[in-house]
């Protein structure tokens, strides 16, 4: 578990793991290892890593390639942030202003960040829906798994609008309405307010399964392409913890302050 949770924190930079469990495993191995559930639909449940990322020689993980991608012209910037070595640019996720008088703090990592979490993510599949629990920034995804469509005139937020079905062997999940901001933190890739997601989650084995991801964003990209595909392994040893965004987590903790309730709390 130790192991677990130091190599979590270094690939997310700032997300403690803090004392208590928040939650238990919801099944056993038994129970975990069975690819399909009595249903038919494919058994998902469980707490899961994702062990598929490249690692970065500063210690961050890239998810998301920087080049030859189908750019529009332009794009390529508009993809690749530029850095300034100011960490108020340079990651935005981390260094948000929270208050007119200067004071910074987190923000939510979002879509399609979340999916991309290093750290173990708990999945559940009550009927009609499913559950996503991640460790890291300590958030969830609660996504209807009927086929319905995305509502109309929908307000972007960080996680965006999901809505999913099970087509075979796989859950399908699409994403739309996402914030713009950025999209890859390891690798510094960005995302317009017309991005698009498709994530496709397919069991593989008694502890594997496999994401991949379909990114749309006509404003950077002349069609549609697939990152992954990812590895996942199923950890039912495993106990989801609570992770936040904490003061002094990044550089100097003199002059740094992290506070995600802060930022939720003052941000408009």
Same mark, same amino acid.
Request: net charge negative.
């Given at each position: =578990?130790?192991?677990?949770?130091?190599?979590?924190?270094?690939?997310?930079?700032?997300?403690?793991?803090?004392?208590?469990?928040?939650?238990?495993?919801?099944?056993?191995? $038994?129970?975990?290892?069975?690819?399909?559930?009595?249903?038919?639909?494919?058994?998902?449940?469980?707490? @899961?890593?994702? #062990?598929? !990322?490249?690692?970065?020689?500063?210690?961050?993980?890239?998810?998301?390639? *920087?080049?030859?991608?189908?750019?529009?012209?332009?794009?390529?910037?508009?993809?690749?942030?530029?850095?300034?070595?100011?960490?108020?640019?340079?990651?935005?996720?981390? +260094?948000?202003?929270?208050?007119?008088?200067?004071?910074?703090?987190?923000?939510?990592?979002? =879509?399609?960040?979340?999916?991309? #979490?290093?750290?173990?993510?708990?999945?559940?599949?009550?009927?009609?829906?499913?559950?996503?629990?991640?460790?890291?920034?300590?958030?969830?995804?609660?996504?209807?798994? %009927?086929?319905?469509?995305? $509502?109309?005139?929908?307000?972007?937020?960080?996680?965006?609008?999901?809505?999913?079905? +099970?087509? /075979?062997?796989?859950?399908?999940? %699409?994403?739309?309405?996402?914030?713009?901001?950025?999209?890859?933190? /390891?690798?510094?890739?960005?995302?317009? &307010?017309?991005?698009?997601?498709?994530?496709? +989650?397919?069991?593989?084995?008694?502890?594997?399964?496999?994401?991949?991801?379909?990114?749309?964003?006509?404003?950077? !990209? #002349?069609?549609?392409?697939?990152?992954?595909? @990812?590895?996942?392994?199923?950890?039912?040893?495993?106990?989801?913890?609570?992770?936040?965004?904490?003061? /002094?987590?990044?550089?100097?903790? %003199?002059?740094?302050? !992290?506070?995600?309730? &802060? +930022?939720?709390?003052? *941000?408009?």
């Amino acid at each position: =578990m130790n192991a677990r949770l130091i190599s979590s924190v270094l690939c997310v930079g700032i997300c403690g793991t803090i004392g208590g469990a928040l939650m238990g495993q919801s099944g056993n191995q $038994s129970s975990g290892s069975k690819l399909r559930m009595a249903d038919g639909r494919p058994n998902l449940s469980g707490v @899961w890593v994702n #062990t598929g !990322f490249k690692k970065l020689a500063n210690g961050m993980l890239e998810r998301l390639p *920087s080049a030859n991608l189908p750019f529009k012209p332009g794009g390529s910037d508009q993809w690749n942030l530029k850095l300034t070595g100011d960490p108020h640019h340079d990651r935005p996720m981390f +260094y948000a202003r929270v208050t007119k008088e200067g004071d910074f703090g987190c923000r939510p990592p979002g =879509m399609p960040q979340s999916a991309l #979490t290093a750290n173990a993510q708990q999945l559940f599949q009550p009927a009609g829906y499913l559950l996503i629990v991640y460790e890291g920034i300590h958030s969830s995804r609660m996504i209807p798994m %009927d086929g319905r469509p995305h $509502s109309a005139d929908l307000e972007p937020t960080y996680l965006g609008d999901s809505v999913g079905r +099970y087509d /075979g062997d796989v859950a399908l999940v %699409d994403t739309t309405a996402v914030r713009p901001g950025m999209s890859d933190v /390891g690798g510094h890739h960005m995302h317009s &307010d017309a991005a698009h997601y498709i994530e496709r +989650y397919r069991r593989t084995g008694p502890s594997t399964m496999t994401l991949e991801l379909t990114i749309d964003d006509p404003k950077m !990209f #002349t069609k549609p392409w697939v990152a992954g595909t @990812w590895k996942m392994e199923l950890h039912p040893e495993w106990t989801i913890m609570e992770g936040n965004c904490e003061d /002094g987590g990044l550089d100097d903790p %003199d002059k740094q302050d !992290f506070r995600l309730l &802060d +930022y939720l709390h003052h *941000s408009k």
